[in-house]
């Protein structure tokens, strides 16, 4: 059974920075795209940052120079680096990956459980 785990959510203040890490455990055959999301209260659940197998990473506008996607794929983990941020940046931060699933042949997206960001102004 694959499990998503993020790791190291908290408090900062506005200006600060936090790094979010995110590992896949279980049966992994093979992860294609990794990503972080968001959810602040009231909002919709919104793509922060992805990578790719190969490393490329895409960037919401919002975060572009302050956030810093990457990924190990010797350990099925994947980072966000956070700098800059600001109290809009608050929110509950999931991981997603796609994840091949061999019942269905194909690849399926996996959660993480969510670890609240909280940026103090």
């Known amino acids: 059974q694959v499990q998503l785990v993020e790791s190291g959510g908290g408090l900062v203040q506005a200006g600060g920075s936090l790094g979010l890490s995110c590992v896949a455990s279980?049966?992994?055959?093979?992860?294609?795209?990794m990503a972080w999301y968001r959810q602040a209260p009231g909002k919709q659940r919104e793509l922060v940052a992805a990578?790719?197998?190969?490393?490329?990473?895409n960037y919401a506008d919002s975060v572009k120079g302050r956030f810093t996607i990457s990924r190990d794929n010797t350990k099925s983990t994947v980072y966000v680096r956070m700098n800059s941020l600001k109290p809009e940046d608050t929110a509950v931060y999931y991981c997603?990956?796609?994840?091949?699933?061999?019942?269905?042949?194909?690849?399926?997206?996996?959660w993480g459980q969510g670890t609240q960001v909280t940026v103090s102004s």
């Open positions: 997603a990956a796609d994840i091949f699933d061999v019942s269905v042949a194909g690849y399926r997206r996996y």
């Open positions: 279980g049966t992994i055959y093979s992860i294609n795209d």
């Open positions: 990578i790719t197998n190969g490393g490329r990473g």
